[in-house]
Nanobody, 117 residues
Framework: VQLQASGGGLVQAGGSLRLSCSVGSIINVRTMGWYRQAPGKQRELVANIDRIGSTTYAESVKGRFTISRDNAENTVYLQMNSLKPEDTAVYYC?????????????WGQGTQVTVSS
């Protein structure tokens, strides 16, 4: 399943961006979420949301980012407020599905978020 992420860009510190990711189908989805990878760093979880709406956030984004989903549109969103230069990274959409009892990961192509100071 191909994931289509969009919404990245260049913003000043303190600004906001909203990322969107069309996941194609929510059948057998366990979680939908966002990861990010800054230059020279490992990819890290930013936030995810499970099939009953429970959310998980990285400590560094709590209170600033909000993950949500629209089941009718098969889309997951990441609202990012009060952005900081350290939020600069490539953001990847992720979906984990239950495939015959196993977890199957799908990734989007990544969208660049750059926060200037």
């Amino acid at each position: 399943v191909q994931l289509q992420a969009s919404g990245g860009g260049l913003v000043q510190a303190g600004g906001s961006l909203r990322l969107s990711c069309s996941v194609g189908s929510i059948i057998n989805v366990r979680t939908m979420g966002w990861y990010r990878q800054a230059p020279g760093k490992q990819r890290e979880l930013v936030a995810n949301i499970d099939r009953i709406g429970s959310t998980t956030y990285a400590e560094s984004v709590k209170g600033r980012f909000t993950i949500s989903r629209d089941n009718a549109e098969n889309t997951v969103y990441l609202q990012m407020n009060s952005l900081k230069p350290e939020d600069t990274a490539v953001y990847y959409c992720n979906v984990v599905r239950n495939v015959f009892g196993h977890s199957s990961n799908s990734w989007g192509q990544g969208t660049q978020v750059t926060v200037s100071s």
